[in-house]
């Protein structure tokens, strides 16, 4: 197997976005290109990461290929990856290390071991959203940020054509409220109003490799897991989360 990339930070990037909730975990390379579906350890959390064939300057690989991998140290070593750098990562017959190549102004060669992961094929949750809301990075973020400040866990939500960020506790509330325009928030599509609460850290982990011109999509539905997606370079993260439920 050998897999070129032109812009090694898209994968770096990506990389991040993974590792921040999964430590361990399978990639997978075939027709489809390089694919990963995980959930955290905690397991309220999935992670699926898609990157296409057409995203790669090369991509050999003659049949479905597994690679297990420790993904902090991963991370790690994606981290030197430098600007401009070409990426190459390659599996020889016979070795149980993942070979990286980073080609720019010198030649980089790093070997990371592979692991052993038996897990079984994750099922895509089939769920019918409620509300699809389309906004820059930096609206979710700040409002995570102001929500940080009164409580763990947040509730965010469609409600008359707004989106909204709510926190409550004894130290007090936030509410933090959206409406639609081209700049921050350019897509709401609700057919009812709803609302979920989730564990803030989780939402604020999942933005962590999104830059201020990304776009997150966020499907959501009442108190059900929420979907939240955006694209870094070529590649496609998605994040499900499950909500807590509060008791009666």
Same mark, same amino acid.
């Not at 975990?25 to 296409?52: C, H, N, R």
């Not at 991963?74 to 070409?86: E, N, T, V, Y």
């Not at 409620?130 to 820059?136: P, S």
């Not at 370079?233 to 499950?242: E, K, N, V």
């Given at each position: 197997?050998?897999?070129?990339?032109?812009? &090694?930070?898209?994968?770096?990037?990506? $990389? /991040?976005?993974? *590792? !921040?909730?999964?430590?361990? +975990?399978?990639? %997978?390379? =075939?027709?489809?290109?390089?694919?990963?579906?995980?959930?955290?350890?905690?397991?309220?959390?999935?992670?699926?990461?898609?990157?296409?064939?057409?995203?790669?300057?090369?991509?050999?690989?003659?049949?479905?290929?597994?690679?297990?991998?420790?993904?902090?140290?991963?991370?790690?070593?994606?981290?030197?990856?430098?600007?401009?750098?070409?990426?190459?990562?390659?599996?020889?017959?016979?070795?149980?290390?993942?070979?990286?190549?980073?080609?720019?102004?010198?030649?980089?060669?790093?070997?990371?071991?592979?692991?052993?992961?038996?897990? &079984?094929?994750?099922?895509?949750?089939? $769920? /019918?959203?409620? *509300? !699809?809301?389309?906004?820059? +990075?930096?609206? %979710?973020? =700040?409002?995570?940020?102001?929500?940080?400040?009164?409580?763990?866990?947040?509730?965010?939500?469609?409600?008359?054509?707004?989106?909204?960020?709510?926190?409550?506790?004894?130290?007090?509330?936030?509410?933090?409220?959206?409406?639609?325009?081209?700049?921050?928030?350019?897509?709401?599509?609700?057919?009812?109003?709803?609302?979920?609460?989730?564990?803030?850290?989780?939402?604020?982990?999942?933005?962590?490799?999104?830059?201020?011109?990304?776009?997150?999509?966020?499907?959501?539905?009442?108190?059900?897991?929420?979907?939240?997606?955006?694209?870094?370079?070529?590649?496609?993260?998605?994040?499900?989360?499950?909500?807590?439920?509060?008791?009666?």
């Amino acid at each position: 197997m050998e897999l070129v990339l032109e812009r &090694a930070a898209d994968l770096q990037r990506s $990389i /991040e976005a993974i *590792a !921040v909730l999964i430590d361990e +975990a399978e990639f %997978l390379a =075939d027709e489809k290109g390089l694919t990963l579906k995980a959930t955290d350890p905690s397991q309220i959390s999935m992670v699926d990461f898609l990157l296409e064939k057409k995203a790669f300057k090369k991509f050999d690989v003659k049949q479905g290929t597994r690679i297990g991998l420790d993904l902090d140290y991963l991370r790690q070593i994606m981290s030197r990856a430098k600007a401009g750098d070409q990426l190459t990562i390659g599996l020889a017959d016979n070795d149980n290390r993942l070979h990286v190549r980073f080609k720019g102004i010198g030649t980089r060669n790093f070997q990371v071991p592979l692991i052993d992961i038996s897990s &079984a094929e994750l099922p895509n949750p089939k $769920i /019918e959203f409620d *509300a !699809v809301v389309k906004l820059k +990075a930096p609206v %979710l973020q =700040d409002a995570l940020k102001d929500a940080s400040l009164i409580s763990s866990h947040v509730s965010i939500g469609v409600a008359k054509d707004r989106f909204f960020v709510k926190a409550d506790s004894s130290k007090g509330n936030l509410h933090n409220e959206t409406e639609k325009d081209k700049k921050n928030l350019v897509e709401l599509n609700a057919s009812k109003e709803v609302s979920s609460m989730f564990p803030l850290d989780y939402l604020q982990d999942m933005l962590k490799a999104a830059s201020s011109e990304t776009v997150v999509e966020l499907k959501l539905k009442n108190n059900a897991p929420v979907e939240l997606n955006y694209q870094i370079g070529d590649a496609q993260i998605t994040y499900l989360l499950a909500p807590r439920i509060e008791s009666e």
